[in-house]
T-cell receptor
Framework: EDQVTQSPEALRLQEGESSSLNCSYT??????LFWYRQDPGKGPEFLFT???AGEEKEKERLKATLTKKESFLHITAPKPEDSATYLC???????????FGKGITLSVRP | GAGVSQSPSNKVTEKGKDVELRCDPI?????LYWYRQSLGQGLEFLIY????????KSGLPSDRFSAERTGGSVSTLTIQRTQQEDSAVYLC?????????????FGPGTRLTVT
């Protein structure tokens, strides 16, 4: 059974204070690792897909990286508008479903 | 372009009543998924549809839950004899194809409250 663990559960940063969010996973045959952003009262918004160890993707202040056991979402010089819950999910084997972690709630203070 | 839409956005129902939740996927997307998000539980897979293939129902928590997809587009999730533990946000997602690596795009969800 696929398992995804995200840490920390919550993170408070000062505006401009860079940090990283961790996603550890256990799967049988990773086919894709996905990062989503979720704002309160809204559905998850797709950010990145990573397929193989060593892969990196960037979007504005966000950079996602992948190893064989974990993924990191690096946030560089965050702004208050980056405050949200960040979700990590995996897709494995022949399954199409996503298995999600419980998310990391990020709060960026001005 | 239009994203995934869901209706209603909120639903309050009494224990024991049946409810229907609707999902309109992104036009042209052949795969459609239902997930449930409960406080402290994260998102849990319920069911997915791909084209004319038999749906994967492996995530449905009980036989009170069912879903159908008509004409390869709109989907309805039905919960019969609702219980308080069914209270959650029900999220629908669609992707251009089912299978490995295709990102899923989510709707805004339906918040179900069972009193």
């Amino acid at each position: 059974e696929d398992q995804v663990t995200q840490s920390p559960e919550a993170l408070r940063l000062q505006e401009g204070e860079s940090s990283s969010l961790n996603c550890s996973y256990t799967v049988s045959g990773l086919r894709g690792l996905f990062w989503y952003r979720q704002d309160p009262g809204k559905g998850p918004e797709f950010l990145f897909t990573l397929y193989s160890a060593g892969e990196e993707k960037e979007k504005e202040r966000l950079k996602a990286t992948l190893t064989k056991k974990e993924s990191f979402l690096h946030i560089t010089a965050p702004k208050p508008e980056d405050s949200a819950t960040y979700l990590c999910a995996v897709q494995s084997g022949a399954n199409s479903k996503l298995t999600f972690g419980k998310g990391i709630t990020l709060s960026v203070r001005p | 372009g239009a994203g995934v839409s869901q209706s209603p956005s909120n639903k309050v129902t009494e224990k024991g009543k049946d409810v229907e939740l609707r999902c309109d996927p992104i036009s042209g997307h052949t795969a459609l998924y239902w997930y449930r998000q409960s406080l402290g539980q994260g998102l849990e897979f319920l069911i997915y549809f791909q084209g004319n293939s038999a749906p994967d129902k492996s995530g449905l928590p009980s036989d009170r839950f069912s879903a159908e997809r008509t004409g390869g587009s709109v989907s309805t999730l039905t919960i019969q004899r609702t219980q308080q533990e069914d209270s959650a946000v029900y999220l629908c997602a669609s992707s251009s194809l089912a299978g490995s690596g295709y990102e899923q795009y989510f709707g805004p969800g339906t918040r179900l409250t069972v009193t």
